[in-house]
């Protein structure tokens, strides 16, 4: 949030180069475009960030134009079906040989629910917008796009979500006491 826009642009080229929806995350970039800047700064700031992303991906998708298949893979009734049934939120999986809920299930969603409750107001109002805007653009493309029960399709939301956990984890160590704080570090480092 420091440093001038123009400073991202080999970043955005680099980051659209790994993964073409950057190209919408550019758009979330605004509001903290707009903290520092005035408003047709931060507007033309997040139309070159833009621009740097389409010309990348369009420079990609020229090298793939022969390939077949299609570009877009519609998942919506994929969703549907997974969404009408309720205890697919309940399922657990085996991963790396432990046995414990899959990230979209309920144990983790109410705790998604509990640091957004906790955390968001504790964000700056520019990270708040930032979040409004990345999920007005993620939540739907997930929908339609994406597999069900991929929580890491909903990575345009990243930024928010570490910024929501920080925020909450320093209110909740800030309500405690020194020896408190003392008592958790020596059980987590025992635990590590």
């Known amino acids: ?84 049934h309720p205890m697919d939120l309940m399922r657990m999986e085996v991963t790396y040989g432990i046995t414990g809920f899959r990230a979209f299930s309920v144990f983790p969603l109410a705790l998604l629910v509990w640091i957004v409750w906790r955390g968001w107001r504790l964000l700056p109002p520019e990270i708040q917008r930032h979040g409004q805007i990345a999920a007005a ?7 339609v796009f994406c597999m069900p029960g991929e929580m890491r399709d ?20 800030k309500e405690m006491s020194p020896s408190a704080l003392e008592d958790s570090a020596q059980r987590i480092a025992k635990f590590a």
């Open 1 to 84: 949030m420091t440093f001038d826009w123009w400073w991202m642009v080999p970043l955005v080229a680099l980051a659209t180069w790994n993964k073409e929806s950057f190209l919408l995350v550019t758009l979330t970039l605004y509001p903290i475009l707009r903290c520092r800047h005035s408003r047709v700064s931060a507007l033309v700031g997040t139309g070159c960030l833009a621009t740097t992303c389409a010309a990348v991906y369009l420079a990609i998708r020229s090298q793939f134009t022969h390939n077949p298949g299609g570009t877009l893979l519609l998942q919506w009734q994929e969703q549907l079906k997974f969404m009408s």
């Open 137 to 143: 653009i993620n939540i739907p493309l997930y929908f």
């Open 154 to 173: 909903l990575s345009m939301l990243y930024i928010v979500f570490m910024s929501l956990l920080a925020a909450t984890f320093a209110n909740e160590t």
